[in-house]
T-cell receptor, first 110, second 115 residues
Framework: AQRVTQPEKLLSVFKGAPVELKCNYS??????LFWYVQYSRQRLQLLLR??SRESIKGFTADLNKGETSFHLKKPFAQEEDSAMYYC????????????FGKGTKLSVIP | GAGVSQSPRYKVAKRGQDVALRCDPI?????LFWYQQALGQGPEFLTY????????KSGLPSDRFFAERPEGSVSTLKIQRTQQEDSAVYLC?????????????FGPGTRLTVT
């Protein structure tokens, strides 16, 4: 069975400090990994996906198959980054079901 | 354009009551998903529709949960004889049928409280 683990429920950082939100997964095949974000009083929305290899709002995430990780990083945190972040896995092309982690609440201290 | 909408946004039900939660997906989206998000947890998959066909209902927690999408657009999640453990936010999401550009667009959710 596939599983997504986000070890930190809450992460507090100062504005301008680097941010790393951890995500580990267990799946025997070649998954697709996503980061979803939920800002206060807004709906869940896609932040980025590993196959796009893009940077969104300064965030990047690299899929490390050896460590089965997909950590989300940003070099300089901004106050507007404060939100709930969910890592999610899809078991590959042709699959549709997303498996989410429990989420990490990021709080950026001004 | 309009995103996924859900109604009601909040629902309080007494234990044993039946509830119906509605989802209006983005127009033209073929795929529709229901998730259950308990407090402090991530969303958990309940069921999946492709057009009007329910292709996967493996995540429905019991036979008290029933979902339909009769015309391939609006979907309804029905919970019969609600229990306290059914209290959660129920999220609906829709997507195009494109495997190569897969993204699920989420609605605002319905918060169900069973008293």
């Amino acid at each position: 069975a596939q599983r997504v683990t986000q070890p930190e429920k809450l992460l507090s950082v100062f504005k301008g400090a680097p941010v790393e939100l951890k995500c580990n997964y267990s799946y025997s095949g070649s998954p697709e990994l996503f980061w979803y974000v939920q800002y206060s009083r807004q709906r869940l929305q896609l932040l980025l996906r590993h196959i796009s290899r893009e940077s969104i709002k300064g965030f990047t995430a690299d899929l490390n198959k050896g460590e089965t990780s997909f950590h989300l990083k940003k070099p300089f945190a901004q106050e507007e980054d404060s939100a709930m972040y969910y890592c999610a896995l899809r078991s590959g092309a042709g699959s549709y079901q997303l498996t989410f982690g429990k989420g990490t609440k990021l709080s950026v201290i001004p | 354009g309009a995103g996924v909408s859900q109604s009601p946004r909040y629902k309080v039900a007494k234990r044993g009551q039946d509830v119906a939660l509605r989802c209006d997906p983005i127009s033209g989206h073929v795929s529709l998903f229901w998730y259950q998000q308990a407090l402090g947890q991530g969303p958990e998959f309940l069921t999946y529709f492709q057009n009007e066909a329910q292709l996967d209902k493996s995540g429905l927690p019991s036979d008290r949960f029933f979902a339909e999408r009769p015309e391939g657009s609006v979907s309804t999640l029905k919970i019969q004889r609600t229990q306290q453990e059914d209290s959660a936010v129920y999220l609906c999401a829709s997507s195009t049928d494109s495997i190569s550009n897969y993204e699920q667009y989420f609605g605002p959710g319905t918060r169900l409280t069973v008293t």
